[in-house]
């Protein structure tokens, strides 16, 4: 049984940093394009960094480039989400998502993925 395990959300005030971690059990992220998304209240959800851990290739989007950093611990089969000057605006759940093999042009989309976290809070506040 597959398990997306995230955690280290919590409140911070804008500017602030967080980092993010999502574990995996009875999977391992070999070859596999992970991705976190944030689902805002009334908003759609969004992808906002994958990392494909065959290759090391990491995309972000344009609202958190030069801010986040995904990165990817063998180790410890998990995937970090390092979050820096950190805006209200960036307040939301944010959910970890796998599948193994890469998506190319739709790293974005919610339904390209097998497996998900339950998710972690962030919230910043101005």
């Known amino acids: 049984q597959v398990q997306l395990v995230e955690s280290g959300g919590g409140s911070v005030q804008a500017g602030g940093s967080l980092t993010l971690s999502c574990t995996a059990s009875?999977?391992?992220?070999?070859?596999?394009?992970v991705t976190w998304f944030r689902q805002a209240p009334g908003k759609e959800r969004e992808g906002v960094s994958v990392?494909?851990?065959?290759?090391?290739?990491?995309f972000y989007a344009d609202s958190v480039k030069g801010r986040f950093t995904i990165s990817h611990d063998k180790a410890k089969n998990t995937i970090y989400l390092r979050m820096r000057d950190l805006e209200p605006e960036d307040t939301a759940m944010y959910y970890c998502?796998?599948?193994?093999?890469?998506?190319?042009?739709?790293?974005?989309?919610?339904?390209?993925?097998?497996?998900w976290g339950q998710g972690t809070q962030v919230t910043v506040s101005r």
């Open positions: 998502a796998a599948r193994t093999g890469r998506v190319f042009s739709g790293w974005k989309y919610p339904q390209s993925y097998d497996y």
């Open positions: 009875g999977y391992t992220y070999t070859s596999a394009s």
């Open positions: 990392i494909y851990t065959g290759t090391g290739d990491t």
